[in-house]
């Protein structure tokens, strides 16, 4: 792909379907690099894109999906940092100012000038309304945003920029509740792309008994392979079932990778005091903030919103030290709406990923 034209998987109208088009090779211009996508994530945000209608996203069209991509480095612009070509490399996906005390520290996630940015329609972020990487070639507007990831296989390095960094930021949300006791115990609501990941990254990096739930029977197998202590299924009594877990006294956090009523419901009734509640999942609950109210005394609830690049960077280092393991559908980039439409009906089975044919 040194030459020529690259195929780019595009959103042209809201409401879509998007279109795998052909383009000229793009060529990086001032601190731009130019990156042979070797495997491209496809997550539920993606389907919010997708299925968007006028107005609902503050992004132009057209622009490539794509927000959770591994490459290499194949040629930089004239004053480019950061990896050199021939690196392989994971793209950093929250793409803010790059100049606001929140982009100097690394959180672009954060960016200050993020409602700016949305207001002038500019993206905030690789396929969120500027070109991901659902392609053959992906340009990224600075090597500030690259995270070198050396031989990590592709279809695992992907997810990390969202799947995996989401759940680490998520994790580190709540890990001054759990100390370096281990008695303490958090919860995991909901074992899919996020939560196995979670599960993960709270034993490579807590001391905590962690218990996960989900619905569905193939998600606690598992959460039990991702090194849970224990793994329930969502009924009635679960609360109770989960307290016993703790002693009784409940748990120091909850990360909620569901964010629905019932999801917020249990996290509530399992929650000690002084504990925290991490909402990570967009699923439409509510939960009322009231004092006294339905929440322990001491709580601090907190919305996590994907990370930081120094969060990417400890992520990469927990992939490769084989401390975290993704599991992967990998679908070829020209079947992209067949992955698309399995995703839609639930037929996945791990995260989806897309690698160029
Ligand atoms: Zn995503
Ligand atoms: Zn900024």
Not at 95 to 99: E, H, N, P, S
Not at 291 to 297: D, F, H, M, R, S
């Given at each position: 792909m040194s030459t020529g034209r690259t195929r780019a998987l595009r959103l042209t109208r809201w409401g879509g379907p998007p279109a795998l088009t052909e383009a000229a090779r793009p060529v990086p211009a001032g601190e731009e690099v130019l990156i042979e996508v070797e495997a491209a994530g496809l997550c539920r945000s993606d389907l919010h894109v997708i299925d968007a209608r006028e107005g609902d996203l503050p992004y132009r069209l057209p622009f490539t999906l794509g927000h959770e991509v591994a490459g290499r480095v194949v040629e930089r612009g004239p004053t480019a940092t950061g990896p050199a070509v021939g690196e392989r490399v994971v793209v950093y996906g929250p793409?803010?100012?790059?100049?606001c005390a929140r982009c100097a520290a690394g959180a672009e996630n954060y960016c200050d000038r993020r409602t700016a940015l949305d207001a002038d329609g500019v993206g905030t972020g690789a396929g969120l309304g500027r070109d991901g990487g659902m392609a053959d070639l992906m340009l990224v507007?600075?090597?500030?945003?690259l995270v070198p990831v050396g031989d990590l296989a592709a279809a695992q390095a992907a997810p990390l920029s969202d799947a995996g960094l989401t759940a680490y930021h998520a994790v580190s949300s709540v890990r001054p509740a759990l100390g370096d006791d281990p008695s303490a115990s958090v919860v995991v609501l909901g074992v899919g792309g996020l939560g196995h990941l979670a599960v993960q990254i709270l034993r490579a990096t807590t001391s905590a008994q962690v218990l996960a739930v989900d619905v569905r029977e193939e998600a606690l197998v598992l959460a039990d392979e991702c090194g849970a202590h224990f793994a329930t299924l969502l009924r009635p009594d679960t609360a109770a079932v989960l307290r016993g877990r703790t002693g009784g006294v409940g748990a120091a956090a909850v990360l909620d990778f569901v964010g629905s009523d019932s999801s917020l419901e249990l996290a509530v009734g399992v929650l000690r005091a002084n504990g925290e509640l991490a909402v990570v999942g967009s699923g439409g609950g509510e939960l009322r903030v009231r004092?006294?109210?339905?929440?322990?005394?001491g709580t601090r609830v907190s919305l996590p919103f994907w990370g930081t690049l120094p969060e990417l960077e400890a992520v990469v280092t927990l992939a490769r030290k084989g401390s975290l393991r993704v599991r992967v559908a990998e679908f070829p980039l020209s079947g992209a709406a067949e992955a698309i439409a399995r995703l839609r009906s639930d037929a996945v089975r791990g995260r989806a990923v897309l690698v160029p044919d």
């Open positions: 793409w803010g100012c790059g100049r507007p600075s090597g500030r945003l004092k006294p109210g339905v929440l322990p005394p």
